[in-house]
């Protein structure tokens, strides 16, 4: 099975820290995405990465950043928390051949 | 207008009932069409896939719809943990690339 692991489960932060949010696959998919999802607005694409070294604005990468330096692991990182980025946040990877898998999320709250 | 959008329920249905919520999409030129279950706190998983004929999976019962452009769920015979949020997804050119989410609806079953 595929799996996608996110370092962290639960976090808590403060305002104006760099929060750094890792994901790993390690069924050498090509495609990683990082979602964050808010109750009633479903999931939004933060950023995307088709290859290694890539990566794509998605429709919410405002205050974001993304890295990834290897296939398997695409990180996540916003630079100066804030209270509005207190979210879930999803990690996902896909295939033409395997399609979707979802990480099992982090609950980010910055106080 | 929302790419994807859905009644967000819930939908509170007695065990041993038939539920079934529908599903809207914008994009008439999208490939395909998935129902994603997440439970609470959770990651979403992939239900089912949707294919134009209807698809039938154990009490789960998909269809769509390209000349409305919609996709329904029906849900026979609930169980107690079929409550759930079930969120419809589209992937507008089959690419598994971005992905286009409903907000979901939820299913609550009781006793």
């Known amino acids: 099975d595929v799996k996608v692991t996110q370092s962290s489960r639960y976090l808590v932060k403060r305002t104006g820290e760099k929060v750094f949010l890792e994901c790993v696959q390690d069924?050498?998919?090509?495609?990683m995405f990082w979602y964050r999802q808010d109750p009633g607005l479903g999931l939004r694409l933060i950023y995307f990465?088709?290859?290694?070294?890539?990566?794509e604005k998605g429709d919410i990468p405002e205050g974001y950043s993304v890295s990834r330096e290897k296939k398997e692991r695409f990180s996540l990182i916003l630079e100066s928390a804030s209270t509005n980025q207190t979210s879930m946040y999803l990690c996902a990877s896909s295939s033409q051949l395997e399609g979707y898998t979802f990480g099992s999320g982090t609950r980010l709250t910055v106080v | 207008r929302k790419e994807v959008e859905q009644d967000p329920g819930p939908f509170n249905v007695p065990e041993g009932a038939t539920v079934a919520f529908n599903c809207t999409y914008s994009n008439s030129a999208s490939q395909s069409f998935f129902w994603y279950r997440q439970d609470c706190r959770k990651e979403p998983k992939l239900l089912m896939s949707?294919?134009?004929s209807g698809n039938e999976d154990g009490r789960f019962t998909a269809q769509l719809n390209r000349a409305s452009q919609y996709i329904s769920l029906l849900i026979r015979d609930s169980k107690l943990s079929d409550s759930a949020t079930y969120l419809c997804?589209?992937?507008?050119?089959?690419?598994?690339?971005?992905?286009?989410f409903g907000a979901g609806t939820q299913v609550v079953v009781t006793p």
């Open positions: 997804v589209v992937n507008p050119d089959d690419s598994w690339g971005k992905l286009q």
């Open positions: 069924m050498d998919h090509e495609n």
């Open positions: 990465s088709y290859d290694v070294k890539m990566k």
């Open positions: 949707v294919y134009s």
